[in-house]
């Protein structure tokens, strides 16, 4: 599996061999012996599936207390996968950093805790499978909007994103709980 440094160097990009033949194609998306050669050092216990219709925006979203890693990676379709580094001693503290994940390049990006995580539907429709190293907890979820004007992210949209309302009240960053 080929490892891609992002401009975050804690967010990164996988991606694995893929074998092919006339049947289709086979390749390993986990392996919990190569997360920890790869130094992510995390076991998941929890695996989610989103599936989103085209220009639906997911995000931005965050867990204050048991913060959640996120190994993502789309099983249909395309997205635009966006990890802003929230942790306040961090040197890329405000940063995003963006990749587009689709079935065809077969890429896994890594989002470790203290991250905000959102992402856009690029395609008619997305599957996307992510594995999480903490249980979902409702009642610690945050959400920064995702237009943030600080944080400035490059959405590719064409027209206006499909927002949950949850999205559409997403607080600006400058006011967000954030890790130390």
Same mark, same amino acid.
Do not use: C
């Given at each position: 599996?080929? #490892?891609?440094? /992002?401009?975050?160097? +804690?967010?990164?990009? *996988?991606?694995?061999? =893929?074998? /092919?033949?006339?049947?289709?194609?086979?390749?390993?998306?986990?392996?919990?012996?190569?997360?920890?050669?790869?130094?992510?050092? $995390?076991?998941? !216990?929890?695996?989610?599936?989103?599936?989103?219709?085209? @220009?639906?925006?997911?995000?931005?979203?965050?867990?204050?207390? &048991?913060? &959640?890693? $996120?190994? #993502?990676?789309? =099983?249909?379709?395309? !997205? *635009? +996968? #966006?990890? #802003?580094?929230?942790?306040?001693?961090?040197?890329? *503290?405000? @940063?995003?950093?963006?990749?587009?994940?689709? %079935?065809?390049?077969?890429?896994?990006?890594?989002?470790?805790?203290?991250?905000?995580?959102? *992402?856009?539907?690029?395609?008619?429709?997305?599957?996307?499978?992510?594995? %999480?190293?903490?249980?979902?907890?409702?009642?610690?979820?945050? /959400?920064?909007?995702?237009?943030?004007?600080?944080? +400035?992210?490059?959405?590719?949209?064409?027209?206006?994103? !499909?927002?949950? %309302? $949850?999205?559409?009240?997403?607080?600006?960053?400058?006011?967000?709980?954030?890790?130390?």
């Amino acid at each position: 599996m080929k #490892v891609i440094r /992002t401009e975050i160097p +804690d967010v990164l990009i *996988f991606e694995p061999e =893929v074998f /092919t033949d006339d049947r289709g194609f086979f390749f390993e998306s986990f392996n919990q012996k190569k997360s920890f050669d790869f130094g992510l050092g $995390k076991v998941f !216990i929890q695996d989610n599936h989103s599936h989103s219709l085209r @220009n639906v925006l997911r995000g931005l979203h965050y867990q204050i207390e &048991q913060p &959640q890693g $996120k190994l #993502v990676r789309v =099983v249909s379709g395309e !997205i *635009f +996968d #966006v990890a #802003v580094d929230i942790r306040s001693s961090s040197a890329t *503290f405000g @940063n995003w950093v963006g990749a587009t994940l689709s %079935a065809e390049n077969k890429q896994i990006m890594w989002i470790p805790a203290g991250f905000a995580h959102g *992402f856009l539907t690029l395609s008619g429709a997305a599957d996307v499978l992510y594995k %999480a190293t903490d249980y979902h907890a409702p009642q610690f979820e945050r /959400t920064i909007a995702w237009d943030d004007k600080d944080l +400035d992210i490059k959405w590719p949209l064409h027209g206006a994103p !499909i927002l949950s %309302a $949850k999205d559409s009240n997403g607080i600006p960053f400058r006011d967000a709980e954030t890790y130390p």
